[in-house]
């Protein structure tokens, strides 16, 4: 995370706290049934880790922060757990920070992210690329995946 801020002390985080980690594993599980796949226990520590975290997470804080009891995973566990949440909408890979964060919305093929340059907070929201989608499916392309990625400062960055 950058903190070349002279406010670095007052960055607000919303990583999930214990309370609410819970529900939102809960809520993923049930989605995971309804399309009858399994939040295995790799799969469901990665996402953990991704909720309760202020920032966005690379593979290798994953990895390390694996092991409930400190020890490290596999890398294969931690990309193959990474490419299942993905494939299911309960995370996303921002290209720009090489980072992972969790769905904060209903997991969908578009996702755009305002990702602060001072905290490294990214924070979602809903994009409308409904256009471009279309403008794409009109010249014959079937659309896999659109992550927007606008970087800038946050609210509490430029207040500071
Ligand atoms: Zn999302
Ligand atoms: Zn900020
Ligand atoms: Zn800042």
Redesign the pocket.
Known sequence: MPDA?S??D??LHHGLKTADLGPALQAAEARCTAVQERLTAPRRRVLELLLKADAPLKAYDLIAAFGTDGGSAKPPTVYRALEFLERLGFAHRIESLNAYVPCRLEGGHAAAFLI?D??GEAEEFAPDFAAQLSAAEAAGYTVRQVTLEARG??A??RA?
Do not use: D, E, G, N
Request: a neutral charge; proline letters at 0%; hydrophobic letters at 15%.
């Open positions: 801020c406010h670095h007052q960055h602060c001072c905290c400062l946050c509490a960055c500071s």
